[in-house]
């Protein structure tokens, strides 16, 4: 593998930062970019290449940074202009390249372009916001029966418009009141939030992770949404099919002027998160936006992985569907946690590390690019929080129904002194750390410190497939074939040029005999195993429970495999 041939957002691995939770420097019990620095030796040893930092911009913090007050500034709690200056220096030598997270959608209500457009009718600035006069229930008084222009939801509750009374108009928030929805069929809008962006890519930022992309254009005649059949208390807002509020084709067009002024900057990326409706999987919705594979977003997330039962025949489904939705230029990603989902090791391993172990090599060893939250890779878990220590805004107004987003927002655990590290022993950290940080055995002891210690450690796994990844370019570069299909087991070939890397993942508790059309050559010689790597071990011999495995083979991939995806070239 040439330089001329790797692209860092494409073959390395991501981590996600919840600056509120990785590291207090100054005290004040909620981290920031000071606290990140002395980290971030921890995380070049990781082996990560990318860190992606959600919001860290001024706001009045009403939805934790993303209701921005001012994309131009670093809210003073995490820092600095001159920090975040720092970060990116520091990174840059670590071979470490940084995300920021611009939020298109809306902004604060407190930004001074919502608190110009709301201030009249009149205002310049009014159309850069969507606002409406409301409709009229027939044959009735307006004054009385006064309702918003239709019926579309907000996500975290109520109705998605609200009457201002001062102008007399109703405006759009698809989330909370505070965070009023930008007008982006206004080309002034658009070339502002350009401006903001720019600001940013001349410090020397690598590239944006877009907030709810696919959400920024409505239909422009405001048509109510469908309703589908689902069972979504207390959220009403998830029993709509959201056909008119996202998804709209001019999207893409604003994707295209973004991505040209990105392509002026070498060797920058933006991904995107894509939610085309709750509950359901919808890959191709989230692929479309990678346009022709090199117009639009570099990257987009889907999260079918994340919905996807622990059985090897229903990743297998999820991952085929995903990798055919991906244009032929395009660029899968894989992501099974992060600031808004419970975590894979509470949702999906049940507390496993065990199981936690299986999807960790899934994840790294994909054709995409893997993005890991912080704390995965040492198995932190949900915390468990009391109703008054819950911040997230939905968490609050939805319990005990819908415990909100905080529990997978923990502070990272560190060590197993006061405050896991996080910060100083006698401050109360943002959210009460999860106890698991502190002791040994089975439920304790989940802490950094402890991980390295521990050769066998969740984390020593994580760095040993990334270091895998990393020295073999099948993984990186390969083309992916799955192998037979099994309820239990997830097998598949990596192949590049003549090399291979066969992967077989055990996702059930009892000893299962690896599949033969698996193993192709008597070259073949075991990688890496969760069950140890002895030089006698034999590749094919039956995977114990919850192995995963990772076998070198030469010579042409197996013909019994399903449809490849991808040439194996890029
Ligand atoms: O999330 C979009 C989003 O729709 C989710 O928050 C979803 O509603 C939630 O997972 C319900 O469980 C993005 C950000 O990731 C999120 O943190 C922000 O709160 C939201 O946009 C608004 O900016």
Request: proline letters at 7%; hydrophobic letters at 35%.
């Amino acid at each position: 593998m040439t330089a001329r041939h790797y692209h860092w957002w494409k073959h390395g691995v991501l981590y996600q930062i919840y600056p509120r939770s990785f590291a207090d420097s100054s005290g004040d019990g909620t981290g920031d970019l000071r606290g990140l620095f002395s980290r971030l030796p921890y995380l070049a040893d990781l082996g990560i290449d990318g860190l992606w930092l959600s919001p860290i911009f001024d706001s009045p913090m009403r939805d934790f940074g993303y209701d921005v007050r001012d994309y131009c500034a670093i809210h003073p709690l995490f820092g600095s202009l001159d920090d975040f200056d720092e970060l990116v220096d520091r990174s840059h030598r670590l071979g470490i390249r940084i995300i920021l997270d611009l939020v298109f959608n809306h902004t604060s209500d407190e930004h001074p372009w919502f608190i110009e457009s709301r201030a009249s009718k009149d205002s310049p600035r009014r159309d850069w916001y969507l606002w409406h006069g409301g409709r009229r229930l027939a044959g009735l008084p307006w004054r009385i029966c006064r309702r918003p222009p239709n019926n579309w939801r907000a996500a975290f509750g109520g109705s998605a418009w609200t009457l201002d009374e001062s102008s007399d108009e109703y405006y759009l928030h698809l989330f909370l009141e505070s965070q009023p929805d930008l007008n982006w069929r206004n080309r002034d809008t658009e070339r502002a939030m350009f401006e903001q962006a720019r600001f940013w890519l001349d410090r020397g930022v690598d590239g944006f992770r877009l907030d709810v992309i696919n959400y920024i254009v409505k239909d422009r005649q405001l048509r109510n949404n469908p309703y589908h059949l689902r069972w979504t208390f207390p959220r009403r807002h998830d029993q709509q099919l959201h056909r008119y509020d996202r998804n709209q084709p001019e999207a893409h067009e604003i994707l295209r002027r973004f991505r040209a002024l990105m392509d002026r900057y070498s060797e920058t990326m933006l991904v995107g998160e894509v939610y085309p409706n709750e509950g359901r999987m919808e890959p191709e919705a989230s692929a479309s936006y990678l346009g022709n594979g090199s117009d639009e977003l570099h990257l987009a997330f889907d999260f079918s992985l994340m919905e996807t039962r622990f059985t090897g025949r229903a990743y297998r489904r999820t991952l085929e569907r995903w990798y055919s939705a991906i244009p032929p230029d395009g660029w899968p990603t894989h992501v099974l946690s992060n600031h808004d989902k419970p975590r894979a090791m509470t949702r999906r391993c049940r507390g496993s590390l065990a199981k936690a172990r299986v999807l960790a090599a899934l994840l790294l060893t994909q054709r995409g690019t893997p993005f890991l939250y912080y704390g995965e890779e040492i198995g932190m878990r949900d915390g468990k929080l009391r109703r008054d220590s819950l911040r997230d805004p939905t968490g609050r107004k939805y319990w005990p129904f819908f415990t909100g987003r905080d529990r997978s927002r923990t502070p990272m655990q560190w060590n197993s002194g006061p405050n896991a590290g996080f910060c100083p022993p006698d401050v109360d950290p943002w959210l009460p750390l999860n106890t698991d940080y502190a002791g040994s055995g089975k439920a304790g002891g989940v802490n950094v410190e402890a991980g390295e210690a521990d050769p066998d450690s969740l984390l020593n796994w994580y760095r040993r497939l990334i270091e895998v990844r990393r020295k073999r370019c099948e993984l990186t570069h390969g083309s992916i074939s799955f192998v037979g299909t099994h309820r239990k087991l997830l097998v598949y070939t990596r192949a590049h040029e003549e090399r291979q890397v066969i992967v077989m993942l055990n996702f059930s508790g009892r000893e299962r005999p690896a599949p033969p059309a698996g193993i192709p050559a008597a070259s073949a010689r075991i990688l890496l195993s969760t069950h140890g790597d002895a030089p006698e071990a034999r590749p094919e011999a039956p995977l114990r429970p919850y192995e995963a495995r990772l076998v070198s083979a030469e010579g042409p991939a197996n013909a019994e495999a399903s449809a490849r995806h991808g040439s194996g070239t890029r």
